[in-house]
């Protein structure tokens, strides 16, 4: 790659001071007006075929033009090879070749359970969708449930029990665990460890309980190297005990986030989300008006020509018997009218897309947001002095009008004290048991958990660790830096690990046991609010993985227990043995074990001790889980990888993030090497300047820089965790940033497929709404097209015509679409090299804006997928027919006619297709085969595609109610990205059936179309965002 | 000046015109040929099956009903192949000692299945939906023939996309009633036109040739 100029950063500023600068912007590549980005704008497929570079020469040309000629028809004359079919000796029943079977099933992370559905095609599980009826899912999902398939597939994943590195069995290690025990047991347990991540499973609990109470001597320790301390130290210093604390965000008006990324992170999040953007689900009953857009809802215009398309007759009044709807469908109606909007206030120092959504983001460093939280807490409890923070009056005015039904959140990077704080306010404005419940913690035995780990390295180091069994969590590569856990792991004698993929720690460890996947396993876990579900198995291990619980079933002393008898055991011992069956089936069935959420309890918080201020000192380190492969444990999968992180659209890397100001001050750029010096250990990352991150703070993600993650994660990125300290987990002051020479390529999708700042997002607050519904509408070019202006007929459609809104103030911008989308369609990996060529494959896309200046700007996050328009302008430039309208109005793409001029690509106004410019899916790892949707064709080289609005799922669906002589009912169709969406933002129906809910989000006045102005008139819209701000800071 | 050329260079050339496109149309024939035979498209072909299995005999003699066998035909888009369980309901009690039915038997005695050649074996890029079809009256023989009379199975038609275009363009040509979906012996009467278009308008089918229905 060619070297990049330096961004003139002084012009930036300029031009966003100025009022010619764009209202919103992607980036400050956009806004510098760089020669490469505007090369990337001017050039959509970049970097092509460099083979062309001698001048071209007749000869060459008709000999190249006749070879390919020749080739290509002789590649056409091929003979379908022999293929076999190979039926079930005895067919298993309810097994239907062609039709999937859902079963509920859970994955937990950080202990955290979340109730899922995966689909599995004859025994292979191929999709993973949130179980309704989990409290904690409601039927969302997010990006790791979705990636999670790929890992379970994953032909790097553990495949033997190794001893030493050489392949040996599980029958030894187990033999090899007994003796173990057989000599802990002599010492009564003594020099006996197990060392897992944070339990909440009761079957595992009440195992190593067992253990524990046989072998007193016995410890049992925990680490999460990514998990919740500081909530855990902060329930300690409120109430002196730990409790879960559970927040109703349906009852609350006003959020205070004190750094926490509730929506997208954390227990509960999925719950959090929905129950967030239903709260900003502003809906009137002023429907849309303009003249033009009457047409699409009162039928169409006649053309002079017979129209191109006509479904036979509508069959209303042919269906016979009672229609069958699924149950979730009949509770859909019109949406209710809802006028008001909750108010959300952030304070964080690093983007979030929590932030995002904020009504009023405050940018703060990190160490300060103690000191605002605190002022904030004496402004609630009575008028103050003026404090440090002038918005401070104005935010405790407003909680004090909203007692009872406001929440104060503390994210899980503030120190234990902000977490205290935040209680203690809950408390006085009388938020606990309204928005906020307490329950006792869901975690089997909640410990400190550095504590507990510093402990085990203490004793490793001390001797007085004989055996130690790690439960996965890969502490060798995640502990803190400072305790030097592998070197104290070479003083145990007998180490044994149990983990998904021979990992750094696997490399450290005398045995060494294949985990099986969630997908693989029997078990149990706990969700956020303590409600229980059965992790059922989809599939035998594929590579002969084992669960936990056999692990600790052999170092119990019963080694021949399955998980599933161990897992029915414990709940045989606590339930109705007579009714035991049913209740264990329903409970298989259902995906939640009834009555098992936790009960609230009555705690009361103290006011924390008075806040030390310590002002932090020069610049300050933050250490964060990475946004898409968390601490590291998804480093190997390659949807997460490739994911665009919610707030800068980067793939394949972490970087370190600092403020634009900041960024001057030290005369860095995007994409140059720095050296981090942090209490006296270094660190050569890139730089990636973050409009909207606080000034001399640097954000650095962990999970990178893996040595032994597998052949897609490792050596990508740098090991943030060589900074990480057992005193400072979440970073601290005293950082220095040394740059050095090199400078990095990173691969970000922001810039591709842009739209080159056109009116996209359009925004209003919540009063400008009300004084306007039709806002969206202001500009002249905004307005719709006339359609008799139109010199084509237009389409007519008496059957179905299915349609899309996206709202997005409801969207949060998180990326469960993407990776949903990615799962269900059979979309493959391109690799950094390639997205940094602009040919990632995602058919969906969140686009991220900025508004305003870049030291606090507002962020918009906008999903974008194939528009399905009315008069699509690929159609009309396919040379082959391989893209046309069909009779319900997608805009089919056919990969079997299409011989790839990407002419539809360069007239997508949009830019939302794909092409394949190399084989970028994997044909050849047959464990990868596995995974696939059966029902979506795997595309090959040379072939563009795009979103089809699922249309193999809009098969299904019409199959089934074909056969029962009935019209699809409202909600029976769900997208992969709709279905996915925590937030519900994605709506999809007919708008043909005017009771519809898409219908009717489309007659709402927030509605508008992008790019109305080309008379595209696509199908997906988009209902507008809104602000609803404080009055008082605002005119301030 | 003389002449470049001989004067044979006349014949030559007409020569080598006509043989060109003469050529040129053989070579043309030859790919049709190919292209419909049945050495591509496998069109009556019988292909070698771990038992040869008799339609004729199951069907005809035995009196057995097509759905006894291919059970999803009527719920999935997978007809069904019948698991060694099925062929065994019969033959643990019928031709039980038959050395052709050896391989049967011993798929049921160690548990591994029989491996069939795909007889008709549509493009990875096709989504075919049996039981669809069923449902709206196009009965089995339609597309397979009349396998009833197969002594060992071949393909009837050559599942090209044009053959299936017939149909979806103009269903009322082909579709039956639907109590008549499995009579393989089944004759279209005098007045198909009249009682297909009939039937189209009472199974609700529509001439669906958009992309999607076939190809995602």
């Given amino acids: 790659m060619k070297e990049k100029p330096a961004l003139d950063l002084v012009k930036i500023r300029t031009r966003l001071e100025s009022a010619q600068g764009p209202l919103y912007w992607k980036s400050l590549e956009e806004l510098a007006e760089t020669e490469d980005f505007k090369a990337f704008l001017d050039d959509e497929f970049a970097e092509r075929s460099t083979d062309w570079q001698s001048p ?24 379908q090879p022999k293929e076999t079919i190979v039926p079930y000796v005895r067919q298993p029943e309810e097994f239907i070749p062609g039709v999937p079977l859902f079963y509920a099933t859970a994955m937990q992370m950080g202990g955290v359970g979340t109730g899922l559905l995966a689909t599995s095609h004859l025994g292979r599980p191929t999709k993973i969708e949130g179980n309704p009826d989990h409290p904690g899912s409601l039927g969302a999902s997010d990006y790791f449930h979705q990636a999670s398939i790929l890992t379970m597939y994953d032909p790097d994943r553990g495949q033997a029990v190794t001893n030493n590195g050489h392949i040996s069995s599980w029958v030894a290690f187990q033999a090899a665990l007994s003796s173990a025990r057989e000599r802990a047991a002599i010492k009564n347990g003594d020099g006996l460890r197990i060392l897992t991540e944070t339990v909440t499973s009761p079957t595992l609990t009440a195992q190593i309980q067992g253990i524990l109470k046989e072998m007193p001597g016995a410890k049992w320790h925990q680490y999460e190297a990514c998990g919740r301390h500081n909530a855990f130290k902060g329930a300690m210093a409120a109430f002196g005990r730990p409790v879960n604390a559970i927040y109703h965000f349906d009852q609350a008006d006003v959020i205070v986030s004190l750094d926490a990324d509730f929506l997208s992170c954390g227990p509960g999040n999925l719950l959090y989300a929905r129950q967030f953007a239903d709260k900003r689900r502003v809906m009137t009953n002023v429907t849309h008006t303009p003249q033009p857009k009457e047409n699409w809802q009162e039928g169409y215009q006649e053309g002079p020509d017979a129209p191109r398309h006509n479904q036979s007759a509508s069959y209303a009044e042919e269906a016979t018997g009672p229609v069958h709807l699924p149950p979730q469908v009949q509770a859909q109606g019109k949406p209710a009218e809802q006028t008001t909007q909750n108010r959300l206030y952030v304070v964080e120092p690093s983007p979030s897309p929590t932030g995002g959504m904020a009504d009023h983001h405050f940018v703060l460093r990190r160490s300060e947001v103690e000191a605002w939280a605190a002022e904030l807490s004496a402004a609630i409890g009575g008028p103050s002095g003026a404090g440090k923070f002038k918005e401070i009056a104005a935010i405790a005015k407003d909680l004090q009008a909203h007692k009872g039904s406001s929440i104060m959140i503390a994210g899980a990077h503030q120190p234990a004290n902000v977490h205290a704080l935040a209680h203690a306010m809950n408390h006085s404005l009388g938020n606990v048991g309204k928005t906020v419940t307490y329950t006792d913690p869901i975690e089997g035995n909640p410990t400190d958990q550095q504590q507990s780990l510093a402990d085990l390295v203490a004793d490793m180091n001390a001797g007085k660790v004989d055996s130690l069994l790690m439960l996965g969590g890969n502490p060798a590569y995640s502990a803190p830096v400072d305790l030097n856990f592998a070197a104290a792991l070479k003083k145990v004698p007998w180490r044994g690990y149990l983990g998904l993929f021979p990992d750094e720690t696997a490399a450290q460890s005398v045995w060494y046991v294949p985990e099986a996947h969630y997908l693989e396993s029997w078990g149990d876990v706990r969700g956020f609010d303590g409600t229980v579900s059965f992790v059922q198995p989809l599939i035998a291990p594929l590579y002969g993985g084992k669960t936990a619980i056999e692990v600790v079933a052999t170092l119990a002393g019963q080694p021949d227990k399955t998980a599933h008898d ?34 609230a309890i009555n705690v009361t918080a103290k006011a924390p001790a008075a806040a030390e201020s310590k002002p932090a000192q020069g610049m300050e380190l933050m250490l964060r889980p990475d946004p898409t492969i968390w601490d590291g444990s998804f480093a190997n999968n390659g949807w997460l990888q490739e994911l665009p992180k919610p707030q800068n659209k980067m793939t394949w890397d972490n970087a370190v993030w600092i403020s634009p100001t900041t960024a001057q001050k030290l005369n860095l750029n995007t994409e140059d090497m720095v050296e981090l010096k942090y209490q006296g250990r270094t660190v050569t990352a890139p730089v990636w300047i973050m409009p909207g991150h606080a000034n001399d703070s640097a954000t650095v993600h962990l999970g990178f820089g893996r040595t032994r993650a597998g052949h897609v994660g490792s050596e990508v990125g740098f090991n943030a965790y060589l900074l990480r300290t057992s005193a400072e987990p979440d970073g601290g002051s005293g950082l220095e940033i040394q740059k050095v020479s090199g400078s990095h390529t990173f691969a970000t999708t922001q810039h591709s497929q842009t739209m080159e700042g056109r009116d996209l997002v359009r925004t209003a607050t919540l009063e400008e709404y009300k004084k306007n519904p039709q806002y969206v509408d202001e500009k002249e070019e905004q307005k719709p097209i006339p359609t008799w202006m139109s010199l084509y007929p237009d389409y007519r459609y008496e059957g179905y015509k299915w349609g899309m809104t996206i709202d997005l103030n409801a969207c949060n911008g998180c990326g469960a679409c993407v990776a949903a989308c990615q799962s269900e369609n059979n979309i493959p990996v391109v690799g950094k090299v390639e997205v940094a060529r602009g040919r990632h494959m995602h058919w969906i896309r ?34 082959v027919a391989a893209t046309v309208h069909s009779g319900d109005g997608l805009n089919q793409m056919v990969y079997n006619r299409c011989v790839g001029t990407r002419y539809c690509s360069n007239n997508c106004p949009y830019k939302v297709r794909r092409f394949n410019f190399l084989l970028y899916s994997d044909w050849y790892t047959e464990s990868l085969k596995g995974g696939r949707n059966p029902n979506v064709t795997v595309r090959s080289r040379g072939v563009m595609e795009k979103c089809t609005y699922c249309v193999q799922r809009i098969n299904v669906v019409k199959i089934e109610s074909e056969k029962q002589n009935r019209r699809i009912a409202d909600g029976e169709i769900n997208p992969a990205c709709s279905q996915a969406c925590p937030a519900q933002a994605i709506v999809f129906g007919d708008i043909n ?44 | 000046m003389a002449q470049i050329f001989h004067r044979s260079t006349n014949t030559i050339s007409k020569v080598s015109i006509i043989v060109g496109a003469l050529g040129a149309g053989l070579l043309l024939a030859f ?17 070698e099956q771990p038992v040869p299995f008799s339609h004729k005999h199951h069907v005809t003699d035995d009196g057995i009903d097509c759905r006894y066998c291919h059970t999803s ?4 888009s ?27 038997r011993a798929s049921f005695r160690t548990g591994e299945s029989l491996e069939w050649t795909r007889v008709h074996d549509l493009p990875d890029f096709v989504f075919f939906n049996h039981s669809i079809h069923i449902n709206k009256g196009i009965g089995c023989a339609t597309c397979h023939g009349r396998v009833d009379q197969m002594p060992l199975t071949y393909k009837e038609n050559t599942l090209y996309m044009n053959w299936c275009i017939q149909c979806h363009r103009n269903p009322e040509k082909f579709v039956r009633p639907r109590d008549q979906v499995f009579n393989m012996a089944y004759e279209p009467p005098a007045n198909q036109e009249e009682l297909g278009k009939k039937l189209v308008q009472e199974y609700h089918i529509q001439s669906l040739t958009d992309c999607y229905t076939c190809h995602r």
């Fill in chain 1, 56 to 79: 071209a020469n007749r000869r060459n040309f008709l000999k190249l033009m006749s070879a390919s000629l020749a080739f290509a028809g002789v590649t056409a004359c091929t003979k």
């Fill in chain 1, 566 to 599: 161990v897992v029915r055991e414990h709940w045989q011992a606590q339930a109705n043995a007579a009714a035991f069956d049913i209740f264990w089936k329903k409970a298989l069935h259902d995906g939640v074990v009834p009555n098992t959420a936790l009960p």
């Fill in chain 1, 846 to 879: 969140v686009d991220r804006y900025f508004k305003g200046n870049w030291d606090n700007p507002e962020l918009y996050y906008q999903p974008i997928n194939c528009m399905q328009c009315e008069n699509a302008p690929c159609e009309l430039v396919c040379p």
């Fill in chain 1, 993 to 1036: 059936d005017p009771k519809s809910r898409v219908a009717q989000l489309k007659a709402q006045a927030r509605n508008y179309s992008l790019l109305e102005e080309l008379n595209t008139r696509p199908r997906t819209t988009y209902l507008g965002r809104l602000r609803n701000p404080n009055p008082e800071i605002e005119k301030g």
């Fill in chain 2, 31 to 47: 790919a049709y040929a190919m292209d419909r035979g049945a050495y591509i498209t496998d069109v009556k072909v019988v292909k």
């Fill in chain 2, 73 to 76: 035909v009527e719920t999935s």
């Fill in chain 2, 78 to 104: 997978f007809a069904g192949i019948p698991a060694t369980e099925i062929c065994m309901s019969c033959h643990s009690q019928i031709w039980s000692n038959a050395a052709i039915l050896e391989p049967v």
